[in-house]
């Protein structure tokens, strides 16, 4: 009944939380634009950078299996510490 009927609709406060979110990831990815432009990395860091993406992924995706509720926690733990910096 009236659980469900605040879920049908977004929040006021939901949607500005998103937008947030939204504008944040932006200015992480001018960040990324910069960084990337200013040294355009080789083809050994790339291929360093991309494996090393894979192994963090797929450890992740094991761990997230294993133990869902630490890669939540943590997941969480990340991104109040990268709101910090």
Known sequence: GRALAGMATPSLNGNRWLQGLLKEA??????????????????????????TQATLGHGFL?????????????????????IKA
């Open 26 to 51: 932006g200015k992480e990815q001018a960040r990324m634009d910069i960084l990337l432009q200013l040294r355009a990395p080789g083809p050994l860091s790339r291929m360093l950078l991309a494996g």
């Open 62 to 82: 094991i761990a997230h299996q294993v133990s869902p509720s630490f890669c939540h926690w943590f997941s969480g733990y990340v991104e109040e510490e990268s």
